[in-house]
C-alpha cells in the first residue's frame, strides 16, 4: 500500500536531516508499527506520510502512485487519528463528527462508534466538558468516520482505562480483519505485540531494525530457562538450555529433589528489546 | 455539498456558537451608543469613520480569533489532513468573516439611515465592505502567519494600525491637511478604503474612487498570492514541528 525508498526531510529551520534515509514498506492489509523514542523521527515520518509534510526528498508511493501526484482526494482515503485532542470544544461530539463527514465521500455509522465506545449517552454533551480519555475515543472515530483504506494512528490507547483500552484494540484489529492498513506508533510494547504484523523500530532518523514482533523476540531473546531453586535453605539460580530440556539430566534432578521457587523462560521483552535497539531509557 | 460550503457553514456554527456573532453585534450597539451621544447635526462623517474603523479592525481580528481558536483546540491539525485545499480553507475563512462585517454594519447603518437619516449609497458600502474585508482578511492571515499567538497577532494588528491607520486618521479627523500629505497617504491601501467608504455618502471624484477600488482589488490579489504561499509554512509550523 505505502511504499517508502531513501525517504529524507530537513526542517526549514534545521542544519540536518531529521529523516536520513528510510525505506520500508506497509503492506495492505498489515497493521505497520513503527517505534522508537521521542524526537527520532516518527511523527515526521507520519506527517510525510500524511502529506502534511511535502518537500521531503525519496520517493513514496501509495498504492503504485506517487504521493506527491495526488490531489486532496489523497484524504477520502485516510484516517488520521491524533494522540492531543482535534475537536471544537464548543460543539457537540455529534456536532463535530456531523462536520467532519461531510468533507468526505463515505461514512461509516457513527453512531454505532459512538454507542461501542460509551459516548452514544454524550454526544449531545460539548467536548470542552469530556473528561481525557472520552476525547482519545473520540478522535479514535473521527480516525475512522471515513471508511479509511488506510489509517495512522498516534498512540490511539493512551490515557484509556483498560476496558476502553481493549475496545479500540479490538476495533483495529476488526479494521485489519476488514481489510484496512494500519500504521502505528506507539510507546505500549503491548499493544505493538498484539496488533502489529511488522515492526519497525527508529533511531535518530533511521530505521535501525525491521521484523515481525516473533522474529524479534526469538532473534534478541535466549533460549534459556532460568530456576530458582532453594537448596539446604539457601536460594541458587541455574540456566538451562530450552533445546535440550528434556534431556538434561542437572534440570531433572533439580525438578525432582528441589523446591522450585521461580521458573522463567527468558525470551526477551519488546520493552527490552526497543531499549536495546534504540539505545536509550 | 462542496468542501468549501461545508467548512463555510461550519465557520457560522462556530461563530454562533463561539459567540463570535454575538460579539459583533454588540460591537454594531456599541458603535450606536457612540454615534448616538455624538451631538453633531450631521453625522455622516463619524459613520464613514467607525465604518472604516470597524471594517479594517474587525476583518483582522477576527481571522486571528478564529485560526487561533481552533489552533489552541487542536482543530487545525484535524483539518490538515481532511480533504480540503488551502483555497477552501482561506477563502472559508474570509467569506465568513465578510458575513461577520456585513452584519454589524448592516446593524449600525441601519441606525445611521433611520434614526439620524443620513443618506448613504447602500449598494456601494455593501461592495465597500466586500473589497475591504477581503483585503483585511487576507492581511489578518499574513499577521497570524508571523504570529505564534493571539497576543502576537494583536501586536502585529497594532503596528499595522500605526503604520497603515494612523496616517489616514489624521487625515480623516482633520489634524493634516496638507495636499502633499493627502496624495502621499494615497500608498497606503487604508487611505484607499477610508476613499471608498467616504465615496458612499457621495462627493467624491469617480476617478478617485475608481482608483481606490482597483488598488484594493489589484492588493487582494497580490496578497491572495502571499496568503496562499505562505499557507505550506504555516501548516508545518502548526502541525507541530
Known amino acids: 500500500m505505502f511504499s517508502i525508498s531513501d525517504l529524507r526531510y530537513q526542517y526549514p529551520k534545521n542544519e540536518e536531516d531529521t529523516i536520513k534515509g528510510i525505506d520500508f514498506e506497509i503492506k495492505t492489509g498489515e497493521i ?22 511535502d518537500d521531503f526528498r525519496g520517493e513514496i508511493k501509495y498504492q503504485g502512485k506517487s504521493i506527491t501526484d495526488y490531489d486532496k482526494n489523497f484524504y477520502q482515503d485516510i484516517g ?34 459512538l454507542e461501542r465506545l460509551g459516548l452514544y449517552p454524550d454526544k449531545d454533551k460539548k467536548v470542552g466538558e469530556y473528561s481525557k480519555g472520552m476525547k482519545v475515543r473520540l478522535n479514535f472515530i473521527r480516525a475512522l468516520l471515513n471508511q479509511p483504506k488506510m489509517l495512522f494512528l498516534d498512540e490511539p490507547t493512551n490515557g484509556l482505562d483498560p476496558k476502553n483500552a481493549r475496545i479500540i484494540k ?37 530505521i535501525v531494525e525491521t521484523n515481525t514482533p516473533k522474529n524479534l523476540k526469538m532473534e534478541y531473546g535466549s533460549r534459556l530457562l532460568k530456576v530458582e531453586y532453594s537448596d539446604n535453605g539457601q536460594v541458587k539460580e541455574a540456566n538451562f538450555k530450552l533445546d535440550d530440556l528434556g534431556e538434561n539430566q542437572e534440570f531433572q534432578q533439580i525438578i525432582k529433589n528441589k523446591k522450585i521457587l521461580t521458573m522463567h523462560s527468558q525470551e526477551m521483552t519488546l520493552d527490552n528489546i526497543f531499549i536495546e535497539i534504540t539505545g536509550r531509557r | 455539498m462542496t468542501a468549501f460550503l461545508v467548512l463555510f457553514f461550519g465557520e457560522l456554527q462556530r461563530m454562533q456558537k463561539y459567540h463570535i456573532m454575538t460579539a459583533s453585534v454588540l460591537v454594531a450597539f456599541f458603535w450606536i451608543g457612540m454615534l448616538h451621544l455624538i451631538e453633531v447635526p450631521d453625522i455622516t462623517g463619524f459613520f464613514i469613520l467607525l465604518v472604516f474603523f470597524d471594517i479594517v479592525s474587525m476583518a483582522i481580528i477576527m481571522i486571528g480569533v478564529t485560526i487561533f481558536f481552533e489552533k489552541q483546540e487542536g482543530v487545525l491539525k484535524s483539518l490538515f489532513v481532511s480533504p480540503i485545499n488551502r483555497l477552501e480553507f482561506i477563502s472559508s475563512k474570509t467569506i465568513a468573516n465578510l458575513i461577520s462585517n456585513l452584519v454589524t454594519i448592516a446593524i449600525v447603518s441601519l441606525y445611521a439611515i433611520l434614526i439620524q437619516n443620513i443618506n448613504i ?26 504570529s505564534n499567538d493571539f ?6 494588528m497594532m503596528k499595522y494600525f500605526i503604520v497603515f491607520m494612523l496616517p489616514v486618521s489624521f487625515e480623516e479627523f482633520g489634524l493634516i491637511t496638507s495636499e502633499l500629505y493627502s496624495n502621499i497617504l494615497f500608498l497606503l491601501p487604508t487611505k484607499a478604503s477610508s476613499t471608498l467608504i467616504t465615496a458612499t455618502s457621495g462627493g467624491l471624484d469617480t476617478g478617485e474612487v475608481a482608483l481606490a477600488a482597483v488598488y484594493l482589488l489589484v492588493g487582494t490579489l497580490i496578497l491572495a498570492y502571499f496568503v496562499n504561499r505562505g499557507f505550506r509554512k504555516f501548516v508545518i509550523r502548526e502541525s507541530g514541528v
Open chain 1, 32 to 53: 505497520f508499527g513503527l517505534l522508537g523514542p521521542s524526537g527520532v523521527g516518527k511523527s515526521t515520518t507520519q506527517k510525510i506520510l500524511t502529506r502534511q509534510l
Open chain 1, 80 to 113: 488520521v487519528g491524533f494522540e492531543i485532542p482535534v475537536h471544537f470544544s464548543r460543539l457537540t461530539a455529534e456536532e463535530n463528527l456531523d462536520f467532519f463527514k461531510q468533507l468526505y465521500k463515505t461514512n461509516a455509522d457513527t453512531d454505532q462508534m
Open chain 2, 121 to 146: 449609497h447602500l449598494i456601494g458600502l455593501f461592495f465597500a465592505i466586500m473589497l475591504i474585508g477581503t483585503f483585511h482578511s487576507l492581511v489578518g492571515f499574513l499577521i497570524v502567519y508571523r
Open chain 2, 151 to 156: 497576543t502576537e497577532m494583536l501586536i502585529g
Open chain 1, 170 to 206: 479490538d476495533m483495529i484489529a476488526e479494521f485489519k480483519e476488514a481489510g484496512g492498513t494500519v500504521l502505528l506508533t506507539t510507546h505500549l510494547m503491548n499493544d505493538v505485540e498484539e496488533l502489529c504484523d511488522q515492526v519497525a523500530f527508529m533511531a535518530d532518523g533511521r
